[in-house]
Nanobody
């Protein structure tokens, strides 16, 4: 069983940066793709970014050019660097992991098998 824990989010001002991390409690972390999603009140869970086992990365349209995902397999950790934050980035951010997810399903929450509890990120204007 894979357990995922996101780092603490926080309250930042628009234009500032924040880095989230997601640590996995699994020995074979390098065999997992990891994704980040977010969910604002009253909205569906939205794809933010993903990094596959081979290191290839993918981002959602709303964060391209501002958010970067990376991984450190030695530390069982994936990072989400968020720059130029906007009030509309306010949400609960979740990391997810899967050994078997395929490229065409990365943006679909129902295809990820393991989830962290989430962390709140609030961006004030």
């Amino acid at each position: 069983q894979v357990q995922l824990v996101e780092s603490e989010g926080g309250l930042v001002h628009a234009g500032e940066s924040l880095r989230l991390s997601c640590e996995a409690s699994v020995r074979t972390f390098r065999n997992y793709a990891v994704g980040w999603f977010r969910q604002a009140p009253g909205k569906e869970r939205e794809f933010v970014a993903a990094i596959r086992q081979n290191g290839y990365t993918y981002s959602g349209d709303s964060v391209k050019g501002r958010f970067t995902i990376s991984r450190d397999n030695a530390k069982n950790t994936v990072f989400l660097q968020m720059n130029s934050l906007k009030p509309e980035d306010t949400a609960v951010y979740y990391c997810a992991a899967s050994q078997t997810i395929i490229l065409s399903s990365l943006s679909r929450p129902e295809h990820w098998g393991h989830w962290g509890p989430g962390t709140q990120v609030t961006v004030s204007s």
